[in-house]
């Protein structure tokens, strides 16, 4: 069972949109707490026989330069890799960049990871909607791998009526965090919600979310 309300609280959510090269651009935040010690968060991440354990079987040449293609998903170019600190890649595209970030908190992790997207086509913040909650099934299913419960295939973990659950309040959560950054507005905001939730949730009922 998730405590879904404590794992979705366990995450600090950020949405920035800002200008690289000339380029617009969305980001998405998200840093949390792990209970496990830093090499061990750093295995987890890195490691293709940990990593589809808890997220997808991934291929490639796993060294900065190398390109990697996760299976049924995203592939990309590993841009920076200084173990057991800094991982970062383009995902999906070239244009589109995750930068993970890890830290020794007290015998624990700190985990922080950004997302950067070109602002078109959404125009506007809400656009991290459509980012943000699918990485946070991501998280979901790594705090459960580090604590030794076994993770179901994330693709189809996604698709569970508790997981779906997980995902409305994050959405939520991600709305929220759209508001604050003053990158979108209600109505924008508005039509972000409703296409994460057919993209993430579609089978849970809204009037009990």
């Known amino acids: 069972m998730i405590d879904i309300a404590k794992q979705v609280a366990s995450v600090q959510r950020v949405v920035s949109q800002h200008s690289i090269d000339g380029c617009a ?4 935040l998200l840093r949390r707490n792990y209970a496990a010690p830093i090499r061990d968060v750093w295995s987890a ?16 040449d796993l060294r900065e330069g190398g390109r990697f293609q996760f299976a049924g998903n995203a592939g990309g170019q590993i841009l920076r890799c200084t173990a057991p600190r800094l991982l970062k890649t383009t995902f999906g595209a070239d244009d589109s960049v995750v930068e993970l970030r890890l830290s020794e908190v007290g015998g624990r992790t700190g985990f ?6 070109p602002l078109a086509p959404t125009s506007s913040g ?3 909607l ?4 699918g990485w946070d099934i991501g998280l979901l299913g790594l705090d459960s791998y580090l604590r030794g419960e076994a993770v179901a295939d994330q693709v ?8 779906q659950q997980f995902s409305r309040l994050a959405i939520k959560a991600w709305a929220a965090a759209t508001e604050d950054s003053g990158t979108a507005d209600g109505d924008q905001i508005a039509q972000g919600v409703a296409a ?6 579609p089978d849970v009922d809204q009037t009990t979310a």
């Open 25 to 28: 651009r969305v980001s998405v």
């Open 45 to 60: 991440l890195t490691e293709p026989n940990r990593l589809r354990r808890w997220f997808l079987p991934i291929a490639g």
């Open 112 to 117: 922080e990871m950004m997302h950067s997207v």
């Open 126 to 128: 809400a656009g991290a």
């Open 130 to 133: 459509l980012i943000g909650p």
């Open 156 to 163: 189809v973990g996604k698709n569970t009526a508790e997981v």
């Open 196 to 201: 994460a939730i057919a993209q993430f949730t």
